[in-house]
């Protein structure tokens, strides 16, 4: 069975998004590791760990999810931006671990007119070396799929299927889908066609932006 939950405010400490996803008998969670617009953050203390780790423990929670800065962009052709983005999502990556959050979504960045396919290779680079410094981590990095503005990749299922084929530790990987996003894609498509993501296998969570419950 699925796990239903939200994503909920840091502001007053990582906790407080536990705390703020009770009353709602959430299942998981989701929650920015640092502020997002800016591209370095204060060490967690050992004290916040164990306080949100203690917190989460004794929740309801059967999972907890990390969203990445929305400035970095890991597909950037420009190489000092491409080493900052680099930078800042190990650091979000490290500060998920010790947080003992079990993923981490990020979206796959802008190619910003260099290619798709030289964007995609990027993006792979990146997460190898994102793990190669970052061995024996357990949190998993989800790659969402977005609308394709611009030059954003990831608006196809076969981006985030190639990225999963490129990389070299590919069990460290999965996909977070927006439906929200694939929806009209499927909603335009002959009755006929093959909508099934070719990364369908790697889907590790669903969000539902812009939604109101119903009944």
């Known amino acids: 069975m699925p796990l239903f939950g939200a994503h909920m405010s840091i502001a007053g400490g990582h906790f407080h ?5 009770q009353p709602y008998r959430c299942e998981a969670v989701q929650l920015f590791t640092k502020s997002t617009n800016q591209w370095q953050a204060k060490d967690l203390s050992d004290e916040e760990v164990a306080l949100f780790r203690k917190k989460y423990s004794e929740s309801r929670l059967q999972m907890a999810m990390g969203h990445d800065s929305y400035l970095i962009n890991l597909a950037s052709p420009d190489e000092a931006l491409y080493r900052k983005s680099i930078e800042s999502f190990i650091l979000e ?3 998920s671990e010790r947080l003992g959050l079990d993923y981490l979504i990020t979206h796959p960045g802008s190619h910003v007119d260099s290619g798709e396919e030289a964007g995609l290779a990027r993006i792979a680079q990146a997460l190898d070396e994102t793990h190669r410094r970052c061995p024996g981590f357990r949190v998993k990095v989800l790659l969402e799929n977005t609308a394709g503005q611009g030059f954003n990749l990831g608006h196809r299922f076969e981006h985030l299927a190639e990225i999963l084929e490129r990389v070299r530790e590919p069990r460290r990987i999965g996909v977070c889908l927006t439906p929200a996003i694939s929806l009209p894609r499927a909603i335009r ?9 070719p990364c369908a296998s790697s889907i590790g969570s669903w969000a539902s932006n812009d939604c109101v419950p119903f009944i």
């Not at 998004?17 to 996803?21: Q, S």
């Not at 498509?189 to 993501?197: D, F, L, Q, R, V």
């Open 17 to 21: 998004a536990i705390e703020k996803a």
């Open 93 to 95: 990556y490290q500060r």
């Open 189 to 197: 498509s002959p009755p006929s066609a093959n909508i099934e993501p």
